[in-house]
Each structure stands twice: as C-alpha cells, then as structure tokens.
C-alpha cells in the first residue's frame, strides 16, 4: 500500500515562488510515474508534472514548462514541485499522485492512482 502526504501550499504575490512536498511510504520503486495534478475551482484535475521512477525522465504541462520543476529526494521519501514565477492561473488545489505503470500517462492516473490528500495554493496579484 502506498500513501502520499502532501504539503506545502499557501497564499504568495505574482511572481513568487513556493515549494510542494509529498512524503512517500510504501514501495514505489522503478515501476512507477510520480506526478502533481492540480485542480481550480469549477474545473477539471490536470496533470502538471510527471516523473518516472525507471530513468528520470521528467514530463510537464505546456502552462508550466520552464517555471516548474518535479524532483524526489529518495533518502527522504519525498517528492518536491518547485514553483517559480508564480501566477494568478496556477491558482488550485495540489495533488501529489504515484502510478504503477511503464510509462506516464494523466489519463491512467484517474483509473489506479494512489493520491494524497491536496494542497492549496493561492497566487494573489
């Protein structure tokens, strides 16, 4: 069994920055895709970030590439969504999310993921 704990979120201006954290218990090992979904009031879940545990390779969403960043700090269990330059839009709920797939596709997620609990952020202009 895999649980997430996620942390992190809160209110920043414009064009700050914030860090994301997901504490990972249970076996996650090369088999999985790790991913942070988001979710804005009145619309969908989207993915926003995703890495695979097999090689590293890391995926984002259009709205983000270049602003944020998905890593994992395998001594501590944790994975991390750094946050910069920071906008209104980027606005939601935070989802840390792990997958037992080859590969990483959103869609899969909403089938067999295992989920932690959100985290919100807030950017206020």
């Known amino acids: 069994q895999v649980r997430l704990v996620g942390s992190g979120g809160g209110s920043v201006q414009a064009g700050g920055s914030l860090r994301l954290s997901c504490v990972v218990s249970g076996s996650t090992d090369s088999r999985y895709c790790m991913a942070w979904f988001r979710q804005a009031p009145g619309k969908g879940r989207e993915g926003v970030a995703f890495?695979?545990?097999?090689?590293?390779?890391?995926y984002y969403a259009d709205s983000v590439k270049g602003r944020f960043t998905i890593s994992q700090d395998k001594d501590k269990n944790t994975l991390y969504l750094t946050m910069n330059s920071l906008k209104p839009e980027d606005t939601a709920m935070y989802y840390c999310?792990?997958?037992?797939?080859?590969?990483?596709?959103?869609?899969?997620?909403?089938?067999?993921?295992?989920w932690g609990q959100g985290t919100q952020v807030t950017v206020f202009s």
């Open positions: 890495a695979h545990n097999s090689g590293g390779s890391t």
């Open positions: 999310a792990a997958l037992y797939a080859d590969a990483c596709y959103a869609a899969e997620f909403f089938d067999s993921a295992y």
